[in-house]
């Protein structure tokens, strides 16, 4: 494990050269998903690491390995567990980035169908493999859709789980994919499984926000942020809001790290993280005041202070609890005033995303939330949807055993053989945002304003040229015929330099 390296020593002022998005609001964004795998209808037996590996036996035939870079700069790797992992190109806007996510979801299914049908030679014409975008299987095993944000150096940690942590928490209201679990319906997948809020750990006790230090760009300049505590949305409309959202607060939040005084998110802070998660995903009304913060007299006096509403009866000043929409709501009202006083630099950070549409977006779905108009949010969230469907489900069927549920639960997940979501997006009640037309482009082509665009090529060339090649997000290197190497430190640069040019000659 890498030491983790904090910024409390790394003040914005401390730098003698700086890349030029340094001073901005310009991010990258990531988004990594790993996908469950299971095999039905099989007339033997046929464990999910055997089809994981058949699906990858075109990446091994091509890379001899299960950890391959394609051209379109994104990462193929089979994880721990047998899991099928897309970690997506570096992307510098949330639009960006969920074309790339759809591109995933395109290659894994072309992937499970082309293993799908060499499975059914061997276990049987009715062998059916299920490749599941979601966060836990129906044995209770979980797995993971990890966020990444590209961070000035000078935000520390501390500020990340104070500030930011009760922000991702709470977004959940309107990013959670459901779960039928053994507790009924619950609003997002991972509540069950994080431990912590902010730590270094991974497996034995996880984390929502990981502290790795692998900034995958200049360490003295930028963190990467490795935000756990997200679900495996279908929805694309949440993916992009998620993205979107969590880029306008860290921008408020940045902006008061780097001036030294405070963002308003301070009283925010939650006194148990994992308790709160866990309280907020079970309150389907989301309006109980489940959610302890560490000053919550503070927190009201904020609210008051912008003219929010309160929720709750009695003494507030004993009150140590609020709801989670309350907590959205003044995030909200933080944000809109940011965005207000730094609308063209934030408007320059998204170069195809409307941050004013971000914001009505925003308000829209706390608005129909707060009023209980979850028949608004249907065709957008995705727990919302899914809730939906069970409940007319069990409406028509009253005798809808929790079994049954279960299976409709995986099945909206399933992007090999699943029925449910693309029956939702045929019939117009799923919102959908990209174009197949662009899906298709991002399966075989990088964003092209950032580093992803460099490595994209260099990978289309090396297999063109039959090279033998390695890469990974930083480096390029070939070994045969000839050795040759470049480093792409800078996530935001797509213009090639030397050593580049001299690699991309060499083959």
């Not at 004993?318 to 809109?336: G, K, M, P």
Request: aromatic share 8%; net charge negative.
């Amino acid at each position: 494990m890498p030491q983790l390296r904090d910024s409390s020593n790394q003040g914005p002022g401390n730098q003698s050269s700086r890349s030029p998005e340094y001073d901005s609001f310009h991010r990258i964004f990531g988004i990594e998903t790993e996908y469950g795998v299971s095999v039905t209808g099989a007339n033997k037996p046929c464990d999910p690491g055997q089809v994981a590996m058949m699906m990858f036996a075109p990446i091994l035939s091509r890379s001899r390995s299960t950890n391959a870079y394609l051209e379109n700069g994104s990462r193929l790797y089979l994880d721990v567990g047998s899991h099928p992992e897309y970690a997506t190109a570096e992307a510098r806007d949330p639009s960006a980035a969920l074309t790339q996510d759809l591109a995933g979801e395109q290659i894994m299914q072309r992937l499970a169908i082309g293993a799908q049908e060499r499975l059914r030679k061997t276990h049987g014409e009715h062998a059916t493999i299920h490749l599941f975008k979601d966060n836990v299987d129906s044995a209770g095993h979980a797995f993971g859709c990890h966020e990444n944000y590209l961070v000035r150096r000078y935000v520390s940690l501390p500020i990340i789980k104070a500030q930011l942590l009760p922000f991702l928490v709470t977004r959940q209201l309107f990013t959670g994919a459901g779960r039928v679990s053994e507790n009924g319906f619950e609003i997002t997948q991972r509540a069950a499984f994080l431990d912590e809020g902010v730590s270094s750990s991974t497996t034995r006790f996880r984390p929502m926000v990981n502290t790795r230090d692998e900034p995958h760009a200049d360490p003295d300049e930028f963190r990467r942020l490795h935000v756990i505590i997200g679900d495996s949305n279908r929805s694309q409309w949440a993916t992009k809001m998620k993205l979107a959202t969590t880029h306008l607060v860290l921008c408020a939040i940045e902006d008061a790290a780097k001036r030294g005084v405070a963002s308003e998110f301070e009283c925010c802070a939650l006194n148990d993280p994992s308790a709160s998660n866990k309280a907020m995903s079970a309150d389907l009304s989301c309006c109980k005041q489940v959610i302890e913060l560490e000053d919550s007299a503070s927190f009201r006096a904020k609210q008051q202070e912008l003219g929010l509403q309160t929720s709750g009866s009695g003494d507030r000043s004993q009150n140590h609890t609020v709801t989670a929409l309350e907590i959205q709501y003044l995030y909200f009202a933080v944000v809109s005033r940011f965005v207000e006083s730094h609308h063209d630099e934030i408007k320059q950070s998204l170069p195809d995303t409307d941050c004013m549409d971000i914001l009505h977006e925003w308000k829209t779905a706390l608005d129909a939330l707060s009023s209980k108009d979850f028949t608004a949010l249907s065709n957008r969230v995705d727990w919302v949807a899914k809730y939906q469907l069970l409940s007319k489900m069990k409406e028509r069927n009253p005798s809808l055993s929790t079994t049954q549920a279960l299976q409709i639960d995986m099945n909206y997940h399933d992007i090999a053989n699943g029925s449910i979501y693309p029956s939702l997006v045929k019939h117009g009640l799923v919102e959908t945002l990209v174009t197949y037309e662009a899906v298709e482009h991002a399966v075989e082509n990088p964003p092209q304003d950032t580093r992803a665009a460099l490595r994209g090529g260099f990978v289309h060339q090396a297999l063109a040229s039959g090279a033998t090649f390695t890469c990974d997000w930083t480096h390029l290197k070939t070994t045969a015929p000839t050795r040759h190497e470049a480093e792409l430190i800078d996530p935001f640069a797509a213009t090639p330099d030397a050593d580049y040019a001299q690699l991309m000659q060499s083959l």
